[in-house]
């Protein structure tokens, strides 16, 4: 049994990589500000008021897991802001605020979790394809764009320094999944689920740092 640690747990892919991992008799800890009787009737350990922007928050919940080891992180947590993310509508405290959450919202955690890991460990970051440099053809989203770029080089250099501590990071992008960040467009939070838990089966330190789509894909930076 594997313990595992998933961020931005309260709906959508997180909640359904909570559910598929605890299905597959694993031990999990779900993060999240704000939990649900969806995700309390799961029977996982639930942190609640966790908000990953904020140090305090952070260092609480690293206290409170003294004593575990943790073999996967999922960093799951995230944000898109519409309003304000378009060249003749700049918001820049939006795209402020999408950084603060995609990027270094999943740094602070990641940092303060890792005394927790061992050779072995494995770290996941959900990125996006939007963050693809090679791949924007459409323009815009400034703050989406911008932020995921930066999480997935943090993950890179993750996995580089991480290395020769044994722990494996993957960079994955979920697929265009039915959620309210989609406006409910796209394939199903199981399928995308499923799909990310396989490639995470897959990490190893031979493919430590590469960005993948969740059915395979490796893609573009």
């Given at each position: 049994m594997a313990t595992y640690l998933?961020?931005?747990?309260?709906?959508?892919?997180?909640k359904e990589l909570c559910k598929q991992v605890h299905s597959k008799g694993n031990k999990v800890i779900a993060v999240c500000r704000e939990s649900d009787w969806e995700l309390e009737s799961i029977g996982i350990s639930v942190e609640?008021?966790?908000?990953?922007?904020?140090?305090?928050?952070?260092?609480?919940l690293v206290n409170r897991l003294q004593g575990f080891k943790l073999d996967v992180l999922i960093n799951n947590a995230g944000i898109v802001e519409r309003k304000g993310n378009y060249l003749d509508d700049l918001d820049f405290d939006s795209i402020r605020k999408q950084f603060e959450v995609n990027a270094i919202g999943t740094l602070r955690p990641t940092h303060a979790l890792l005394p927790l890991m061992e050779s072995g460990g494995k770290i996941a970051i959900i990125t996006s394809r939007m963050g693809s440099i090679d791949d924007n053809t459409s323009g815009g989203s400034y703050g989406y764009r911008m932020s995921k770029v930066a999480v997935s080089m943090a993950g890179k250099s993750l996995s580089v320094d991480l290395k020769s501590q044994g722990i494996a990071v993957a960079i994955l992008h979920p697929g265009l999944v039915s959620t309210r960040m989609t406006n409910f467009t796209g394939i199903s939070p199981e399928e995308s689920a499923k799909n990310l838990l396989a490639r995470i089966d897959e990490l190893n330190l031979e493919?430590?740092?590469?960005f993948w789509h969740a059915k395979g894909e490796v893609l573009p930076w």
């Open positions: 998933i961020t931005g747990t309260n709906r959508g892919i997180g609640t008021g966790v908000d990953i922007t904020s140090e305090q928050d952070v260092a609480g493919n430590t740092g590469t």
